[in-house]
């Protein structure tokens, strides 16, 4: 069982910076592929951005291109998301997800998550 452990939520203004991290013990972690995710209240769950695992090529919703980026620390087992620019519409609960094989933007595909850590932009 992969565990991960997300934190850096919080409550930002319109044009903030933060960075949210995915932390887990899982030593093989380098060779998982991690998404991160996000729901809305009322909302779907959807993808924010993902991370291949070893060859870390990357993914992005269309919505963030630009103002996101996901990036991953293999010696620390982490995964982060600096998330720029932000807008009141990024309010959501975010979470990251693992999954085995190659990037896949669909939450189905994924088969380990966190907990989720809150985001919350006021205008």
């Known amino acids: 069982q992969v565990q991960l452990v997300e934190s850096g939520g919080g409550l930002v203004q319109a044009g903030d910076s933060l960075r949210l991290s995915c932390a887990s013990s899982?030593?093989?972690?380098?060779?998982?592929?991690v998404g991160w995710f996000r729901q809305a209240p009322g909302k779907e769950r959807e993808i924010v951005a993902a991370?291949?695992?070893?060859?870390?090529?990357?993914h992005y919703a269309d919505s963030v291109k630009g103002r996101f980026t996901i990036s991953r620390v293999n010696a620390k087992n982490t995964v982060y998301l600096q998330m720029t620019m932000i807008k009141p519409e990024d309010t959501a609960v975010y979470y990251c997800?693992?999954?085995?094989?190659?990037?896949?933007?669909?939450?189905?595909?994924?088969?380990?998550w966190g907990q989720g850590t809150q985001v919350t932009v006021s205008s």
């Open positions: 997800a693992a999954r085995r094989g190659t990037n896949s933007a669909s939450a189905n595909d994924y088969e380990y």
């Open positions: 899982e030593p093989a972690f380098i060779l998982y592929t």
């Open positions: 991370i291949s695992r070893v060859e870390e090529s990357t």
